[in-house]
């Protein structure tokens, strides 16, 4: 801030040419330029006096110029100085001169000393009130633009408790140049930057509008929270000090969209805390907050937790996950909202790891039941695909006794596409529980549905058998399931038989020779010679694909 005064305000000090109407400027210079710091700090506390006896024409031109370009000195002079100024708009002539403050207290928002930048800033937040919309933006954001794009990392810092008081009043098109340089700063190379824009994240994002909040803000904030270089630089006591309260700021936003977006980061941040600390900065600074959501009043916020909770048994142990996420997965498993209970299911696979999925098995009976049944099928749809690996983790035994009747169940669904995720599913489950298994359990009971008066049911049988034919191999399939299938060649319903000369088809790679000569190829000539012209294609398509004519 260092410079030299203008030639008048010099000849004032220096020359006593005689007019009185400088010489609160002369007298300001001559304390100003003692030696002694306390005669200096008591000059610079008379501003307003001097100001006062200036006028408010004469402290515009001539005392803000000579502050600005003129005064250097020692920090607590420079601290006494940013917050004088701050109280300074009726001293130049009100709001529409409060402009002219910007330019002294800019410079002192770049200095080294951290407390002068900050009273800085805080002077300059008061001021920005005092401006109108239109100034605001012909004065206040060019300068909130430069120090965010300054060469030194100082005046980056200051910029960042600048956006929220801005923000609120500028156009759309500022507003959005506005969100890009924050959105810089919380990227910006210096540690020291990403931190104090990581000390602002709460409190800018409140001024947001929601889309933004949940386009921009959220993931800013998971960002910032898994710095690494910022946790090594500033160390865990900055994530606790100014990360964990914008996040709680989020979790408990007043727009259930600003806490759903905020709910569903809740596994990454805590990952991404400093080692140091994380599990005690989780269970008090977090986890409290989590318990709220768990019964939020927005469907929307509880499913987007629901999706993520389960990852945090990792993360806090067996300990804790027994004692304190238990509970919260439990009463999750009975939400009325059937996407919550699906979330928690979905993600089994973590707590399996932590605590064994026993712990879990009498609550999550009732959940799947009810999920199994529920009257959207697109919520069967998705427990149907997770049941393969729910089966594994519960183990076989306890599939056999509570889950077997709900696979069969859903192989008579009333939509096509739950039928056949159901016949899907099964091929998993004998994957992963055996051939031994599939002839003993599931085999005979799908074999039944091949008397099934509904003939859509019927023709379920045939898909099964296209489907287990390969997992469960050639014996299995040779003696139990093709003389089911050559039986329903003579169904009343034409569909049914054509789906036999299919199916036929399907597994005939799998028998053996003798079958398909003797047992296979009688069967399928009959329904080429089909009164039905679909039964009939397909049957001589089947011949040609197995070399049988």
Same mark, same amino acid.
């Given at each position: 801030?260092?410079?030299?005064?203008?030639?008048?305000?010099?000849?004032?000090?220096?020359?006593?040419?005689?007019?009185?109407?400088? !010489? =609160?400027?002369?007298?300001?210079?001559?304390?100003?330029?003692?030696?002694?710091?306390?005669?200096?700090?008591?000059?610079?506390?008379?501003?307003?006096?001097?100001?006062?006896?200036?006028?408010?024409?004469?402290?515009?031109?001539?005392?803000?110029?000579?502050?600005?370009?003129?005064?250097?000195? $020692?920090?607590?002079?420079?601290?006494?100085?940013?917050?004088?100024?701050?109280?300074?708009?009726?001293?130049?002539? #009100?709001?529409?001169?409060?402009?002219?403050?910007?330019?002294?207290?800019?410079?002192?928002?770049?200095?080294?000393?951290?407390?002068?930048?900050?009273?800085?800033?805080?002077?300059?937040?008061?001021?920005?009130?005092?401006?109108?919309?239109?100034? &605001?933006?012909?004065?206040?954001?060019?300068?909130?633009?430069?120090?965010?794009?300054?060469?030194?990392?100082?005046?980056?810092?200051?910029?960042?408790?600048?956006?929220?008081?801005?923000?609120?009043?500028?156009?759309?098109?500022?507003?959005?140049?506005?969100?890009?340089?924050?959105?810089?700063?919380?990227?910006?190379?210096? =540690?020291?930057?990403?931190?104090?824009?990581?000390?602002?994240?709460?409190?800018?994002?409140?001024?947001? $509008?929601?889309?933004?909040?949940?386009?921009?803000?959220?993931?800013?904030?998971?960002?910032?929270?898994?710095?690494?270089?910022?946790?090594?630089?500033?160390? =865990?006591?900055?994530?606790?000090?100014?990360?964990?309260?914008?996040?709680?700021?989020?979790? /408990?936003?007043?727009?259930?969209?600003?806490?759903?977006?905020?709910?569903?980061?809740?596994?990454?941040?805590?990952?991404?805390?400093?080692?140091? #600390?994380?599990?005690?900065?989780?269970?008090?600074?977090?986890?409290?907050?989590?318990?709220?959501?768990?019964?939020?009043?927005?469907?929307?916020?509880?499913?987007?937790?629901?999706?993520?909770?389960?990852?945090?048994?990792?993360?806090?142990?067996?300990?804790?996950?027994?004692?304190?996420?238990?509970? &919260?997965?439990?009463?999750?498993?009975?939400?009325?909202?059937?996407?919550?209970?699906?979330?928690?299911?979905?993600?089994?696979?973590?707590?399996?790891?932590?605590?064994?999925?026993?712990?879990?098995?009498?609550? &999550?009976? =009732?959940?799947?039941?009810?999920?199994?049944?529920?009257?959207?099928?697109?919520?069967?749809?998705?427990?149907?695909?997770?049941?393969?690996?729910?089966?594994?983790?519960?183990?076989?035994?306890?599939?056999?006794?509570?889950?077997?009747?709900?696979?069969?169940?859903?192989?008579?669904?009333?939509? !096509?596409?739950?039928?056949?995720?159901?016949?899907?599913?099964?091929?998993?489950?004998?994957?992963?529980?055996?051939?031994?298994?599939?002839?003993?359990?599931?085999?005979? /009971?799908?074999?039944?549905?091949?008397?099934?008066?509904? !003939?859509?049911?019927?023709?379920?049988?045939?898909?099964?058998?296209?489907?287990?034919?390969?997992?469960?191999?050639?014996?299995?399939?040779?003696?139990?399931?093709?003389?089911?299938?050559?039986?329903?060649?003579?169904?009343?319903?034409?569909?049914?038989?054509?789906?036999?000369? /299919?199916?036929?088809? /399907?597994?005939?790679?799998?028998?053996?020779?003798?079958?398909?000569?003797?047992?296979?190829?009688?069967?399928?000539?009959?329904?080429?010679?089909? $009164?039905?012209?679909?039964?009939?294609?397909?049957?001589?398509?089947?011949?040609?694909?197995?070399?049988?004519?």
């Amino acid at each position: 801030m260092a410079g030299v005064a203008g030639p008048r305000m010099g000849q004032g000090a220096a020359g006593g040419d005689g007019d009185d109407s400088l !010489y =609160p400027i002369a007298v300001l210079i001559d304390e100003l330029r003692n030696e002694d710091v306390q005669l200096r700090l008591n000059s610079i506390k008379k501003l307003s006096t001097i100001a006062l006896a200036l006028g408010v024409e004469r402290t515009r031109t001539e005392l803000l110029p000579f502050l600005t370009d003129t005064i250097y000195d $020692e920090d607590e002079v420079l601290l006494a100085l940013a917050e004088q100024l701050g109280n300074f708009t009726g001293l130049v002539g #009100g709001p529409d001169f409060a402009h002219c403050l910007l330019p002294p207290l800019e410079s002192l928002a770049t200095v080294e000393e951290t407390v002068v930048r900050d009273k800085a800033v805080e002077s300059l937040r008061q001021i920005s009130q005092e401006h109108t919309p239109v100034a &605001l933006e012909a004065h206040f954001v060019p300068l909130v633009k430069r120090l965010a794009s300054g060469d030194w990392f100082t005046s980056r810092t200051s910029a960042c408790g600048l956006f929220s008081v801005c923000y609120p009043r500028a156009s759309n098109a500022v507003k959005a140049e506005i969100r890009q340089h924050f959105r810089s700063l919380c990227s910006d190379d210096t =540690p020291m930057v990403r931190r104090a824009a990581a000390s602002k994240l709460g409190e800018f994002a409140k001024v947001l $509008e929601l889309d933004s909040v949940k386009s921009e803000i959220v993931p800013l904030f998971t960002n910032l929270a898994s710095d690494e270089q910022l946790q090594k630089a500033v160390g =865990p006591k900055i994530t606790l000090n100014d990360l964990i309260p914008a996040f709680q700021n989020l979790l /408990k936003d007043c727009e259930a969209e600003v806490r759903a977006a905020a709910a569903h980061k809740v596994k990454e941040l805590c990952e991404n805390l400093p080692m140091e #600390g994380r599990e005690t900065i989780i269970m008090n600074q977090i986890l409290p907050y989590i318990k709220e959501l768990v019964s939020d009043t927005n469907q929307h916020v509880k499913s987007a937790l629901a999706s993520v909770i389960m990852g945090l048994s990792t993360i806090l142990g067996k300990g804790n996950t027994i004692e304190h996420l238990l509970p &919260l997965f439990l009463a999750q498993l009975k939400d009325e909202c059937p996407e919550v209970r699906l979330n928690i299911i979905s993600n089994l696979d973590c707590v399996n790891e932590v605590i064994g999925i026993r712990q879990l098995s009498q609550s &999550l009976l =009732p959940a799947i039941v009810e999920l199994a049944e529920d009257a959207k099928w697109r919520v069967r749809l998705a427990i149907i695909e997770y049941m393969p690996l729910l089966a594994g983790q519960l183990g076989v035994e306890f599939f056999d006794e509570k889950l077997n009747s709900l696979c069969m169940a859903w192989l008579v669904d009333h939509v !096509y596409a739950i039928r056949e995720a159901a016949t899907n599913g099964l091929v998993k489950l004998v994957q992963k529980f055996g051939k031994e298994w599939a002839q003993n359990t599931i085999v005979p /009971k799908v074999l039944v549905m091949a008397n099934d008066p509904n !003939y859509l049911h019927r023709m379920t049988t045939l898909f099964c058998i296209n489907a287990l034919s390969e997992a469960c191999g050639q014996e299995i399939t040779t003696k139990q399931m093709l003389p089911v299938v050559l039986k329903m060649a003579r169904d009343q319903v034409a569909n049914v038989r054509f789906n036999v000369a /299919k199916s036929l088809q /399907k597994i005939g790679p799998i028998l053996d020779t003798n079958a398909l000569q003797e047992e296979v190829k009688p069967v399928l000539q009959k329904l080429g010679q089909d $009164e039905d012209v679909d039964v009939k294609y397909f049957a001589q398509e089947a011949i040609s694909v197995l070399a049988l004519a």
